[in-house]
T-cell receptor, first 115, second 113 residues
Framework: GAVVSQHPSRVICKSGTSVKIECRSL??????MFWYRQFPKQSLMLMATSNEGSKATYEQGVEKDKFLINHASLTLSTLTVTSAHPEDSSFYIC???????????FGPGTRLTVL | GENVEQHPSTLSVQEGDSAVIKCTYSDSASNYFPWYKQELGKRPQLIIDIRSNVGEKKDQRIAVTLNKTAKHFSLHITETQPEDSAVYFCAASFTGGGNKLTFGTGTQLKVEL
């Protein structure tokens, strides 16, 4: 299957700081990437759809000014959690859709802990 | 929007037995149904998927069935092994609507020796 990487794998930061997470498709070009958040023992919740060259589409209840998404190239999307607070602590996972196919492949996730 | 329900939330089976996980979806427009396996702290991995023009798909010990009329789809794992222990998620999407996946709540499968 297609390979998606994510960096960093783990980050600990102080409350009020911003954190950037990168998602890369390594062996294919992804016009569409997705960002999910997963709390412990819960399912994956879609936060936003990231489209190359255009603004991201956010799901209801997700603050676009807090979770900044940039999809500047066909292989890279970034999620920036601005002014992070302890309640933002979660497992953030990206996925990328293989062009002309339905499958989505996931990155390894980023464990964010806000102190 | 789409809503996906998944049952059971936990499932414990003896090694070698079969395991069945069931999901229902609400949006009749959904036409793509993948299943993901997620081990603790790891990424979800696509294990099998089915499209709405197919009623059943099999890949070795794993099979998925789809009943479009009832809006049900199920994952069947035969001859379970300890390494099958993980959380399994079903999902649904409409490929003409941006391919957004709506996930079920997950099933913790434990295969006991």
């Amino acid at each position: 299957g297609a390979v998606v990487s994510q960096h960093p794998s783990r980050v600990i930061c102080k409350s009020g700081t911003s954190v950037k997470i990168e998602c890369r498709s390594l062996d294919f070009q992804a016009t569409t990437m997705f960002w999910y958040r997963q709390f412990p023992k819960q399912s994956l919740m879609l936060m936003a759809t990231s489209n190359e060259g255009s603004k991201a589409t956010y799901e209801q209840g997700v603050e676009k000014d807090k979770f900044l998404i940039n999809h500047a190239s066909l292989t890279l999307s970034t999620l920036t959690v601005t002014s992070a607070h302890p309640e933002d602590s979660s497992f953030y996972i990206c996925s990328a859709r293989v062009p002309l196919r339905d499958e989505q492949f996931f990155g390894p996730g980023t464990r964010l802990t806000v102190l | 929007g789409e809503n996906v329900e998944q049952h059971p939330s936990t499932l414990s089976v003896q090694e070698g037995d079969s395991a069945v996980i069931k999901c229902t979806y609400s949006d009749s427009a959904s036409n793509y149904f993948p299943w993901y396996k997620q081990e603790l702290g790891k990424r979800p991995q696509l294990i099998i998927d089915i499209r709405s023009n197919v009623g059943e798909k099999k890949d070795q010990r794993i099979a998925v069935t789809l009943n479009k009329t009832a809006k049900h789809f199920s994952l069947h794992i035969t001859e379970t092994q300890p390494e099958d222990s993980a959380v399994y998620f079903c999902a649904a999407s409409f490929t003409g609507g941006g391919n957004k996946l709506t996930f079920g709540t997950g099933t913790q499968l434990k295969v006991e020796l």
